[in-house]
């Protein structure tokens, strides 16, 4: 064993709060909510200790708002909270996607709607993460399949909102948060470590909002002597707001090319058994598990059926089912909701290969047998 590695057995939600730490994230506000609340209750003991700061909000329009403040003062900011809560995020999300601040929320889903089966597992918000909002924004949510996976991608999630200067949704389903495993904590020391750019001119020279070469502003921190104007409104490059067509068309064009231009590293994808794959299985979050299960039952009754395991959710990757197509016959996306990734994998194919899928929505997970069933079903 290398003793620089520390093993350590815990569930999902925990894996998020110790991703969390080796980012960096120094306050979180949030409110306890169910299937979320150990994240909080992990940085409510840890954060403090580390010299970051918690605070617990009478409620989640509160909690996000109290992390905008934290992240335009200089913190790198993370919430966490559920269906319900993400709900009242909205508003300020949107907020902090035009104003171009960099937070994390995590949004550990239970069935919906409203307050729904509170301690089930769903993939329903899936999804509200890309539209919750109003307007046109850019967003990016990442969602990990395995406690593992929990940790590094709160790593990710931070470091691509510190990256690009904008909010990351973290989804994961009940099952991911509250299972447990044993998890690789590597030494912080080789945790990479993203920070936003600050701006080095003088300070009469400040833009807040002139974009560098890699479409992002530098961003400075109240408090750092920088002139700083933060509205809601759509603005110029002062930060002022402005209702010129030309100035508008520039504010909102380019809260897309900025993510835009990092949408290879941003768009996180896996394949399984895909070099020789026939057929696929596009899954994310616990229904990977599943999958996978059923792919090596599928392999051993001479189906060649392949995984696609979707990292990042928003943007879509659809280069991860571009590149296949010519060799797919049929693909399979089974989720805990209606089908909601199902109409993204719809949308790219466009009819190129015979596309099925398999819901629950019900509070239980998809079993194996049940993909298995359905995959031999779509190959007769």
């Given at each position: 064993?290398?003793?620089?590695t520390?093993?350590?057995?815990m569930?999902?939600?925990?894996?998020?709060?110790?991703?969390a730490?080796?980012?960096?994230?120094?306050?979180?506000?949030?409110?306890?909510?169910?299937?979320s609340t150990?994240?909080?209750?992990?940085?409510?003991?840890?954060?403090?200790?580390?010299?970051?700061k918690?605070?617990?909000?009478?409620?989640?329009?509160?909690?996000?708002?109290?992390?905008?403040?934290?992240?335009i003062?200089?913190?790198?900011?993370?919430?966490?909270?559920?269906?319900?809560?993400?709900?009242?995020?909205?508003?300020?999300?949107?907020?902090a996607?035009?104003?171009?601040?960099?937070?994390v929320?995590?949004?550990?889903?239970?069935?919906?709607?409203?307050?729904?089966?509170?301690?089930?597992?769903?993939?329903?918000?899936?999804m509200?993460?890309?539209?919750?909002?109003?307007?046109?924004?850019?967003?990016?949510?990442?969602?990990?399949?395995?406690?593992?996976?929990?940790?590094?991608?709160?790593?990710?999630?931070?470091?691509?909102?510190?990256?690009?200067?904008n909010?990351?949704?973290?989804?994961?389903?009940?099952?991911?948060g509250?299972?447990?495993?044993?998890?690789n904590?590597?030494?912080r020391?080789?945790?990479?470590?993203?920070?936003?750019?600050?701006?080095?001119?003088?300070?009469?020279?400040?833009?807040?909002y002139?974009?560098?070469?890699?479409?992002?502003a530098p961003?400075?921190?109240?408090?750092?002597?920088?002139?700083?104007?933060?509205?809601?409104l759509?603005?110029?490059?002062?930060?002022?707001?402005?209702?010129?067509?030309?100035?508008?068309?520039?504010?909102?064009?380019?809260?897309?090319?900025?993510?835009?231009?990092g949408?290879?590293?941003?768009?996180?994808?896996?394949?399984?058994?895909?070099?020789?794959?026939?057929?696929?299985?596009?899954?994310?979050?616990?229904?990977?598990?599943?999958a996978?299960?059923?792919?090596?039952?599928?392999?051993?009754?001479?189906?060649?059926?392949?995984?696609i395991?979707?990292?990042?959710?928003?943007p879509?990757?659809r280069?991860?089912?571009?590149?296949?197509?010519?060799?797919?016959?049929?693909?399979?996306?089974?989720?805990?909701?209606?089908?909601?990734?199902?109409r993204?994998?719809?949308?790219?194919?466009?009819?190129?290969?015979?596309?099925?899928?398999?819901?629950?929505?019900?509070g239980?997970?998809?079993?194996?047998?049940?993909?298995?069933?359905?995959?031999?079903?779509?190959?007769?």
């Amino acid at each position: 064993m290398n003793k620089k590695t520390s093993y350590q057995l815990m569930q999902g939600n925990e894996a998020v709060a110790e991703g969390a730490l080796a980012a960096g994230v120094s306050f979180f506000a949030g409110y306890p909510i169910t299937p979320s609340t150990e994240i909080a209750e992990v940085l409510a003991d840890r954060l403090p200790a580390t010299g970051g700061k918690f605070i617990q909000m009478e409620d989640e329009i509160g909690s996000i708002a109290a992390i905008i403040g934290a992240s335009i003062g200089g913190c790198k900011s993370l919430t966490a909270t559920s269906g319900p809560g993400f709900s009242l995020m909205q508003e300020n999300l949107g907020f902090a996607c035009l104003a171009e601040i960099p937070l994390v929320i995590v949004n550990v889903m239970r069935t919906g709607p409203s307050t729904g089966l509170a301690t089930s597992p769903s993939q329903g918000d899936v999804m509200q993460a890309r539209w919750g909002t109003h307007g046109d924004h850019p967003i990016i949510a990442l969602t990990p399949s395995s406690v593992e996976e929990a940790f590094h991608y709160t790593i990710k999630a931070v470091n691509f909102a510190e990256k690009y200067r904008n909010p990351v949704i973290l989804l994961m389903d009940e099952v991911i948060g509250h299972m447990r495993a044993r998890v690789n904590l590597p030494p912080r020391s080789m945790v990479e470590q993203i920070n936003r750019v600050h701006p080095n001119m003088p300070h009469e020279w400040y833009l807040p909002y002139e974009r560098s070469a890699t479409g992002v502003a530098p961003m400075a921190s109240f408090g750092d002597g920088y002139r700083y104007h933060i509205t809601g409104l759509i603005h110029d490059a002062k930060g002022f707001p402005t209702s010129n067509p030309n100035e508008a068309r520039d504010n909102i064009r380019g809260l897309f090319a900025k993510i835009e231009r990092g949408f290879s590293e941003i768009c996180l994808v896996d394949y399984e058994y895909m070099e020789d794959a026939e057929h696929a299985i596009v899954a994310y979050g616990s229904m990977v598990l599943s999958a996978r299960s059923a792919i090596e039952q599928l392999r051993e009754s001479g189906i060649k059926v392949g995984l696609i395991k979707l990292g990042t959710l928003w943007p879509f990757p659809r280069f991860a089912l571009e590149r296949f197509l010519p060799q797919l016959k049929t693909i399979l996306v089974p989720e805990l909701n209606m089908g909601q990734i199902y109409r993204e994998v719809l949308r790219v194919t466009s009819g190129k290969a015979i596309i099925e899928k398999l819901n629950r929505v019900n509070g239980t997970i998809i079993a194996p047998q049940e993909i298995v069933k359905t995959v031999k079903g779509m190959v007769r």
